[in-house]
């Protein structure tokens, strides 16, 4: 697969992007939504090798960053009660909430372990039978079948302590949403290569009916970002407003009908809070009522009043509004040690993206 | 709320600086301290004294390639050689959990012996604690080291532009080896832990014009590049390609969604040489079976204030700034 | 990563030599010397070496045919 980095083909791709801009009528913004995007393209310095006309930009596609202040308190709560183990994949530790982090309760002395797959959670709970451990489900389409898998192995296990905070979220909602704000005025989609290998192309058929736009589902690699935004390109050039599936050796029409099966038996749709966008409905998951006993809802909690951080704008970048060093807190108030929003802590965060590979205009 | 340590003030990254410059430096300053080298330096009758301390923790304690006895003799002689010391004296410090295994215990002085017969130095001091159990994760080992200059003045006050990097060899593997056996990953991987006071004599003894040496252990090659930019005001840049790092290396940091760049050596060192020399220090170097792999990998260049301190040039061409860590790297969930 | 054994939902997967245990429950049709996608310890997807190929092939004849 190292062909998929050859940087001859690299070069030549940038030709030809290069070859097309020139009849561009106008400059382009085309908007990634998916973090691992916003890392390969910010780690290979890929926008170093498009004509101006061309603006990338990172959407809502990290899935810490989207995650609302009230998930994360609600799970610095839950740390802090007895007996309680909270598991979650390590971006989100250092997310900042309205009182402290996952990282701060931790060195608090709560019990905060930082695992890399949801199995891994379940493995505690076998180990940990005296405790709730409670796994923090964060993460799009990709992530919640693992997370359902998690849970039918507790069933099956037997495993009566294990429980999901769930923050799942899916992604057409979430598109649909973007696409109807006349604000943004994006000229195409790159369309996230994992969650489609989930969800399937046929998930964004129905959205892209509604609010036609240049669409391409897209891998990972520079080969495959540059021939994205080649066909994205052309199609604005063209005049056409097509769903175009680059990647076509992972993404299939269907999808993975197995996992998209387990998502659906374990949850259930609902409204949910995105950071930076608010409240859209059918974008989240919540446990299936047949789940019910393995929410971690169920516990009660105080929680402090959410307190969004003054002057942040991390929602204006997650629309793709404003680039983070708009931001007036960027670089300067907000680094990653010290991240005053959610889009600086992950390292598939627009901002921190922008603050550890571009933010040196002078290389 | 009062501030607590986080891990990631352990992290090698900003925070861990932050701590040393806010809460450190500023009551304890003195010109030996405030260089923050590997070791400090110290006029001596006839001569300069070399002195550093180390403390060493490391999960799992035993890891393909060594073990934290193994490991905390050779990370202490490499302090010291890479101020050009030859390490005359090391001193151990045990703090025990109660509970450990002896048979851990003696797989540590094994590998401790066996470390100190490789760079030629003895243990000649020691002290054992032994705390209740729970409070210490099995055994914590601080060392202390003395050594003789005898390279002459190395230092980062010494990097000119212009200067050659050279790297003894393929980076990243102890680091993926640990992290490996901490995720329950297999395969063909071996931490380079390892004394390097024989390679660092040999570059000594040839004459070549060596300016500094770093051992590139928390924090990697960019983090020791970061900090030489950062004391010299001068511009690392780093050939993406040049750099050796293995396959299995490499498929360990995919997996682990880490870099390479930014993971632990323990028997590795960057030399920045004289432009002229970077040949003949390669040559001196690949002439020891250790260091066979050693090769130019990038340049310090002078810095305007606008540019990032260090740079990667990938593979595309483009250039990459490399920035410190912050907070220990994290997995990554997409 | 490439699948090299499999026993139930449980499979081993192989990357440079680098194995990690994976669960095949989100991909029970996966078969040994298969190509998969591995996500959070499970595999969520095929990677179709035959396409790949195929891919980079049309995009090597195509861009060789605008430089010419």
């Known amino acids: 697969m190292r062909s998929f980095q050859d940087p001859e083909l690299v070069h030549a791709l940038a030709r030809r992007i290069a070859a097309l801009a020139e009849r561009l009528p106008r ?44 998930y994360v308190d609600r799970a610095v709560a839950l740390a802090r009660e007895p007996h309680t183990i909270v598991a979650t994949f390590g971006d989100l530790v250092r997310v ?37 451990v409670v796994f923090l489900g964060v993460g799009f389409e990709t992530t919640a079948p693992t997370v359902a898998a998690a849970i039918l192995e507790a069933e099956e296990r037997r495993l009566a302590n294990f429980f999901v905070l769930s923050g799942h979220k899916v992604m057409p909602p979430a598109l649909e949403a973007l696409l109807g704000d006349a604000s943004l005025a994006l000229d195409g989609l790159i369309l996230p290569g994992h969650v489609s290998a989930i969800s399937g192309a046929r998930a964004y058929r129905p959205l892209l009916a509604r609010h036609p736009i240049p669409a391409v589902i897209s891998g990972f690699t520079p080969v495959d970002v540059l021939r994205t935004v080649a066909e994205l390109v052309q199609q604005v050039v063209e005049g056409r407003a097509e769903l175009s599936n680059l990647y076509s050796r992972v993404v299939r029409e269907a999808g993975n009908p197995t996992a998209w099966a387990l998502v659906e038996r374990t949850f259930l749709p609902v409204a949910a809070r995105w950071r930076g966008l608010g409240e859209i409905p059918g974008s989240g998951l919540t446990l299936a009522p047949a789940f019910a006993a393995r929410d971690a809802e169920q516990f009660p909690v105080a929680l402090p009043t959410p307190h969004e951080p003054p002057g942040c704008r991390c929602g204006d970048v997650l629309r793709g509004l404003v680039d983070p060093p708009d931001c007036p807190l960027f670089a300067g108030v ?19 993206a922008w603050y550890r590979h571009e933010r040196a205009g002078g290389v | 709320m009062s501030r607590r340590i986080v891990l990631a003030h352990g992290g090698g990254g900003r925070l861990t600086r932050e701590l040393v410059r806010s809460l450190f430096l500023p009551p304890l300053a003195n010109p030996q301290l405030a260089a923050l080298a ?38 202490t002689v490499n302090d010291l050689a890479m101020v050009g010391a030859r390490p005359v004296a090391l001193s151990w410090a045990l703090i025990l959990e109660e509970g450990l295994e002896e048979e851990l215990l003696t797989t540590f002085v094994s590998g401790a012996q066996r470390a100190c017969r490789e760079a030629e130095v003895p243990l000649v001091a020691g002290d054992t604690k032994v705390v209740p159990r729970g409070k210490g994760d099995r055994c914590f080992i601080t060392t202390a080291g003395v050594g003789v200059v005898e390279g002459g003045e190395l230092g980062d006050g010494r990097v000119r532009p212009g200067d050659a990097i050279l790297v003894s060899g393929p980076v990243g593997e102890h680091g993926a080896t640990v992290l490996a056996a901490r995720h329950g990953l297999a395969g063909d991987l071996r931490s380079d832990v390892a004394p390097l006071w024989r390679q660092v004599a040999a570059l000594l003894a040839s004459g070549v014009e060596l300016h500094a040496l770093h051992d590139p252990t928390r924090g990697g ?23 050796p ?6 498929a360990v940091m995919e997996v682990l969604g880490l870099d390479p760049l930014y993971v632990a050596c323990e028997g590795r060192f960057l030399a920045f040489v004289a432009p002229g020399d970077a040949e003949r220090a390669v040559a001196v170097l690949r002439g020891l079976p250790e260091a066979g792999e050693a090769r130019p990998i990038g340049t310090v260049q002078p810095r305007r204030t606008d540019q990032a301190p260090v740079v990667l040039r990938t593979a595309f061409g483009t250039w990459r700034p490399l920035d410190l860590l912050s907070g220990a790297e994290l997995p990554r969930i997409c | 990563m ?6 139930g939902w449980r499979g081993v997967a192989e990357l440079s030599g680098v194995e990690r245990e994976v669960s095949l429950l989100l991909l029970p049709e996966a078969e040994v010397g298969e190509y998969v996608l591995v996500h959070a310890g499970y595999a969520i997807a095929r990677v179709d070496q035959e396409e790949a190929e195929e891919t980079l092939q049309l995009l090597r004849d195509a861009l060789a045919t605008e430089g010419a």
């Open chain 1, 334 to 352: 907000c680094t990653p040690d010290r991240a005053v929003g959610a889009c600086m802590v992950s390292l598939e965060g627009a901002c921190a």
């Open chain 2, 221 to 243: 090659v960019a983090t020791v590049c970061y900090e030489v930019a950062e004391r010299t005001g001068l511009r690392v840049e780093l050939e993406e390609e040049a750099i």
């Open chain 3, 2 to 7: 490439r699948l090299v054994t499999k026993e």
């Open chain 2, 245 to 250: 790092v293995r396959p299995a290396v490499q």
């Open chain 1, 96 to 132: 900042p909430a309205s009182a402290a982090t996952l990282e701060q309760a931790r060195a608090e002395g709560c019990q905060v372990r930082v695992v890399y797959s949801p199995r891994d959670a379940v493995e505690l709970a076998a180990t940990h039978p005296e405790s709730r």
């Open chain 2, 38 to 75: 590997d070791a400090a330096v110290l006029p001596w009758p006839g001569g300069q004294l070399a002195f550093t301390t180390d403390a060493f923790v490391v999960d799992p304690p035993l890891f393909p390639g060594g073990d934290l006895g193994y490991l905390s003799v050779c990370g």
């Open chain 1, 27 to 70: 400059g382009v913004t085309f908007m990634e939504v998916c973090g691992t995007h916003t890392h390969a393209i910010a780690a290979a310095g890929l926008r170093r090798l498009l004509p101006s006309q061309i603006r990338l930009i990172s959407g809502p596609g990290c899935p810490v960053c989207v995650t609302p202040l009230g």
